[in-house]
């Protein structure tokens, strides 16, 4: 559990720092064959995209990229001009945490970050900044970016989706939608990952699984296949293109034999809940958002940091202002009990 490099604790620094689960680790094993077709022309990659369609619930164009950052920028890329813009929350992933990654590939875009009270946007805000200019000097608004569920850990509800999907239409934009941790999403909800998608309006999903289990490659959905016109030729070039895109595929495969995934994301979920509950009942700590998925978000006292810091716990305080734990598909009662006895230990 603890790098021995850094010799950090690292277990609630974000669900990325969770290993490779065993199911996955056994699928690439056997995705391990002497000689097999490249660059995604494989069965096994056939048959992801194949079991992901068939989740989501309908036809969809399915790409498999490295990760989160490239599927987000390439989607967006693949929905926009380079004078358009992309209406997003202020604290959405595209817009603190890539770099500007999809700014740069597609040649420009703005995103034009709404600013938000819990990550969501709402369908007012939306609004206003759609039809607050019109003259082309303005962005040109042209997709609606949303986080399931949100970097705050927040969810939209199915009628919250749908409004803003409502509004997107009304004004002929696309629904990108960022599901880093899409899994997470659809447990808490308590809904079918068709339903959710269909309630979004998603044009574009980024159907993340590296932070429910796997090692790598994050899928790039297009439900909209209008949109998806030369996207491979999009993922080359920018460095997308797994040649040995079989290895990528294949744990997607076995995460979705007998709901794997959505066991995954419910351990990870289940254990914020445990892990929001027992930091609300400690004097001096202070949960500040809604616990929906699988961060907590706390205001902790000086002398709490001070002994998560001295005991090498890692995590971080710059998103959304407290005190950011993330529990995995691999966090343990034992796991919640050793930060919860940290922070209480003199
Ligand atoms: C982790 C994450 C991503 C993907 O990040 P990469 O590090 O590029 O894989 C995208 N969006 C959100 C909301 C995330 O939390």
Redesign the pocket.
């Known amino acids: 559990m603890r790098d021995p490099l850094a010799s950090k604790d690292t277990r609630f620094a974000?669900?990325?720092t969770a290993g490779i689960c065993p199911e996955a680790w056994a699928a690439l094993r056997e995705a391990d064959q002497d000689s097999c077709p490249s660059y995604g022309e494989d069965a096994l990659t056939a048959r992801a995209a194949d079991a992901i369609r068939e989740v989501l619930g309908g036809d969809a164009d399915v790409y498999f990229v490295?990760?989160?950052?490239?599927?987000?920028s390439l989607a967006l890329a693949a929905c926009c001009q380079s004078y358009h813009s992309v209406i997003c929350s202020d604290v959405?992933?595209?817009v603190t945490?890539?770099c500007g990654a999809p700014e740069f590939f597609s040649n420009g875009t703005k995103l034009l970050a709404v600013r938000t009270a819990d990550g969501k946007v709402t369908p007012a805000e939306v609004e206003r900044l759609v039809t607050q200019r019109s003259d082309l000097h303005y962005p040109k608004p042209r997709v609606l970016s949303l986080?399931l569920p949100?970097?705050l850990g927040t969810l939209y509800t199915l009628e919250e989706l749908r409004a803003l999907a409502a509004v997107a239409r009304g004004h002929g934009l696309a629904v990108h939608v960022?599901g880093?941790?899409f899994a997470n999403a659809v447990v808490s909800l308590g809904v079918s990952p068709a339903e959710l998608v269909a309630a979004a309006g998603a044009d574009v999903l980024?159907f993340?699984a590296?932070?429910n289990g796997l090692g790598f490659g994050?899928a790039v959905v297009f439900r909209n296949r209008a949109l998806s016109n030369e996207f491979s030729w999009r993922c080359k070039q920018a460095g997308q293109l797994a040649s040995k895109m079989r290895y990528l595929a294949a744990p997607w495969l076995r995460g979705f034999e007998g709901g794997l995934w959505l066991r995954n994301a419910e351990n990870a979920n289940r254990a914020a809940r445990t892990l929001a509950s027992r930091l609300s009942a400690l004097a001096g700590a202070r949960v500040v958002r809604p616990v929906e998925a699988n961060s907590v978000f706390v205001e902790l006292s000086a002398a709490q940091h001070q002994r998560l810091r001295s005991a090498g716990f890692a995590y971080y305080t710059f998103i959304g202002g407290a005190a950011r734990f993330v529990c995995s598909w691999s966090t343990t009662e034992a796991d919640v009990e050793a930060l919860v006895t940290t922070l209480t230990t003199e």
Do not use: L, P, W
Not at 66 to 72: E, L, S
């Open positions: 974000s669900d990325n490295f990760n989160g950052t490239a599927a987000n959405a992933h595209i945490d890539e986080t949100t970097e960022d880093a941790r980024c993340g590296v932070k994050e």
